[in-house]
């Protein structure tokens, strides 16, 4: 599903869960409709600028399953930086604040099995500080290998943890503000 509630396309929207979201809810920091994880959904339009405009750059985690082996020396490449496409002539060189591979995924998510395990692939656990258009498929990309699943586990410290695809959690608003690190607007 796209991270929207109205789409002129036909595909999967957040309304089509089974929660009863409260009017003006909106979701703070997109994925694209091939990736998963965790989806910040609020009513509290200050948030976006709180958490993107900060001085002190919020924390993203993504678990991501891509295309083949990654040797020691493609992950040295990308814990350097990789240029990616950003616009149509300009590149910006994305580097990640932590990458690692991953042995077993399922313990960083129990929901991160895959059919296409069967073939040679590579799990890994990225940070990033910065969120350029697709940049984690971007990354990987320019190191020649596909991105098969993207999964972000956490935002800040705000966590995936066990919650299963589809569902929806609500937390309070001290606790909101509390775990994505922002100061509670007041």
């Known amino acids: 599903m796209v991270s929207q509630f109205i789409s002129s396309h036909q595909v999967g929207l957040l309304g089509d869960l089974d929660f009863d979201f ?3 809810t909106h979701a703070i920091g997109r994925l694209d409709n091939e ?3 965790l989806l910040i959904l609020t009513t509290d ?3 976006t600028r709180l958490l993107f405009l900060a001085a002190r750059p919020h924390k993203r985690t993504y678990l991501v399953m891509v295309q083949n082996e990654i040797t020691q020396q493609t992950l040295a490449q990308l814990k350097e930086g990789v240029p990616i496409r950003i616009k149509a002539e300009e590149y910006y060189t994305a580097k990640p604040d932590a990458i690692e591979i991953i042995k077993h995924p399922v313990s960083l998510y129990p929901y991160a099995t895959d059919h296409r395990e069967a073939y040679p692939h590579t799990w890994l656990l990225i940070t990033l500080t910065e969120g350029k258009f697709r940049q984690v498929r971007k990354m990987v990309l320019a190191v020649r290998h596909r991105c098969l699943r993207l999964i972000r586990l956490s935002i800040s410290n705000m966590m995936l943890d066990d919650l299963p695809p589809g569902a929806v959690k609500e937390i309070g608003q001290e606790e909101f503000y509390k775990k ?4 509670q607007p007041g």
């Open 45 to 47: 339009k200050r948030v």
């Open 180 to 183: 994505l690190g922002i100061r």
């Open 22 to 24: 409260p009017e003006g």
């Open 35 to 37: 990736s998963e994880g």
